[in-house]
């Protein structure tokens, strides 16, 4: 094992997602069986002492992928020489906080954060954001780093993704491993799209089998847009496990590449693509290659698709608006 390193940031590494995904990259799960990680665990004041004893696990486990863990509660610290940043820590909604409440108090995490990514981060970072509002919270770190390039920034719908692939396995009763090209479009929220209609199960159009459209639009889209909020109800908590699995996909695919033939959804910085805003960071149907990432195009949008997608990047455009009028993006 003679590769260099990868630096990888964990900020919340004392939270519950934390404690389910330092040890999947610690045992390469992340990024690959032959490539050794320094962790870099970013925790405020109080979250300190729970992350020193993770590590202390960590360190029990004796990962022979795992070349060091430092913790910090500084982002300066923790962002220097970060090669992958997985920004899990967040302010949670409370009870009586409002909507702009919750995007002003993750404002002053995701500003400072992503100025220290700017500032002290490597040349290749690449940055997940987990932590919610995840779309607009990367919006808000991606804008405090104007030095990195601007498709560094992404957001977590991956989860989603997977959400919806486990639901349309259960429906058609084919295993995950045979369906392909679903697509979550727009906000890690209850407005989401998750798309079919270009998805195949076992090489078939997965509407056509389906072939129930009411199914869809009162079964399908709600189950997975909710399956945050029904995770809550049943666990007393939200979803951990899956969320740092989820995390897990996503990086690992953007940076080993998508399957031929096949997608993933991504929350990216828009480029117009399929009439959402440019800039807007949406979810969208990505294909992974060589660490890179490109929208797949020439999708037909039906009408069932497109004001779905619209509803969702209404949202999306409604959040934008709420942080900029908030100083959050310059
Ligand atoms: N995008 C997605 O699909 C999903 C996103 N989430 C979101 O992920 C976030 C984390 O979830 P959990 O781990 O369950 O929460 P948690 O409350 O268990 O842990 C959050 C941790 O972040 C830390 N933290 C808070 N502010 C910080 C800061 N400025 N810097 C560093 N650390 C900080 C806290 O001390 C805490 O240890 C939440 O915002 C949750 O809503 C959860 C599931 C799925
Ligand atoms: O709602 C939450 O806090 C957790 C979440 O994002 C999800 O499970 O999709």
């Given at each position: 094992?003679?590769?260099?390193?990868?630096?990888?940031?964990?900020?919340?590494?004392a939270g519950?997602?934390?404690y389910?995904?330092l040890f999947?990259?610690?045992s390469?799960?992340?990024?690959g069986a032959?490539?050794?990680?320094?962790?870099?665990?970013l925790?405020?004041?109080?979250?300190?002492?729970?992350?020193?004893g993770?590590a202390m696990?960590?360190?029990?486990c004796?990962?022979?992928?795992?070349?060091?863990?430092?913790?910090s509660?500084?982002?300066?610290?923790?962002?220097?020489?970060a090669?992958?940043a997985l920004?899990?820590?967040a302010?949670?909604?409370?009870k009586?906080?409002?909507r702009?409440?919750?995007?002003e108090?993750?404002?002053g995490?995701?500003?400072?954060?992503g100025?220290a990514?700017?500032?002290?981060a490597a040349d290749?970072?690449k940055?997940?954001?987990?932590?919610?509002?995840a779309?607009?919270n990367?919006?808000?770190?991606?804008?405090?780093?104007?030095?990195?390039?601007?498709?560094?920034f992404?957001a977590?719908?991956?989860l989603?993704?997977?959400?919806?692939?486990s639901q349309?396995?259960?429906?058609?009763?084919?295993?995950?491993?045979?369906i392909?090209?679903?697509?979550?479009?727009?906000?890690?929220?209850?407005?989401?799209?998750?798309?079919?209609f270009?998805?195949?199960?076992?090489?078939?159009?997965?509407?056509e089998?389906?072939?129930?459209?009411?199914?869809?639009?009162?079964d399908f889209?709600?189950?997975?847009a909710?399956?945050g909020a029904a995770?809550?109800?049943?666990?007393?908590?939200?979803?951990?496990?899956?969320?740092?699995?989820?995390?897990i996909?996503?990086?690992?695919t953007?940076?080993?590449?998508?399957?031929?033939?096949?997608?993933t959804?991504?929350?990216?910085?828009s480029?117009?693509?399929?009439?959402?805003?440019?800039?807007?960071?949406?979810?969208?149907?990505v294909?992974?290659?060589?660490g890179?990432?490109?929208?797949v195009q020439?999708l037909e949008?039906?009408?069932f698709s497109?004001?779905?997608?619209?509803?969702?990047?209404?949202?999306?455009?409604?959040?934008?608006?709420?942080?900029?009028?908030?100083?959050?993006?310059?």
């Amino acid at each position: 094992m003679t590769r260099t390193p990868v630096n990888v940031t964990v900020t919340g590494a004392a939270g519950q997602i934390g404690y389910a995904l330092l040890f999947r990259i610690a045992s390469g799960h992340l990024l690959g069986a032959d490539v050794p990680v320094k962790l870099r665990l970013l925790e405020i004041p109080q979250g300190l002492k729970a992350a020193e004893g993770t590590a202390m696990e960590l360190d029990d486990c004796a990962f022979p992928l795992l070349q060091g863990i430092d913790i910090s509660d500084d982002p300066n610290v923790a962002f220097d020489g970060a090669n992958v940043a997985l920004l899990v820590g967040a302010r949670p909604r409370t009870k009586g906080m409002e909507r702009g409440d919750l995007l002003e108090a993750n404002g002053g995490i995701f500003k400072p954060q992503g100025k220290a990514i700017n500032d002290h981060a490597a040349d290749d970072i690449k940055v997940l954001v987990v932590g919610n509002p995840a779309n607009t919270n990367a919006l808000i770190a991606q804008a405090a780093a104007p030095d990195v390039p601007r498709e560094r920034f992404t957001a977590m719908t991956r989860l989603d993704h997977n959400r919806a692939l486990s639901q349309l396995s259960k429906k058609t009763g084919t295993p995950v491993s045979e369906i392909q090209k679903l697509t979550i479009w727009g906000n890690h929220s209850a407005t989401q799209y998750p798309d079919i209609f270009h998805a195949t199960v076992a090489g078939k159009n997965a509407a056509e089998v389906v072939g129930d459209q009411k199914w869809l639009a009162e079964d399908f889209i709600p189950t997975v847009a909710k399956r945050g909020a029904a995770i809550i109800e049943a666990r007393g908590a939200s979803s951990a496990a899956s969320a740092a699995n989820a995390a897990i996909d996503h990086v690992h695919t953007w940076v080993n590449g998508t399957a031929a033939g096949d997608w993933t959804s991504m929350g990216i910085p828009s480029d117009g693509s399929y009439g959402v805003p440019e800039g807007l960071i949406s979810s969208f149907p990505v294909t992974t290659k060589d660490g890179t990432y490109e929208i797949v195009q020439g999708l037909e949008i039906n009408d069932f698709s497109r004001e779905r997608i619209d509803a969702s990047v209404k949202e999306l455009t409604e959040e934008r608006e709420a942080v900029r009028g908030l100083g959050l993006l310059g």
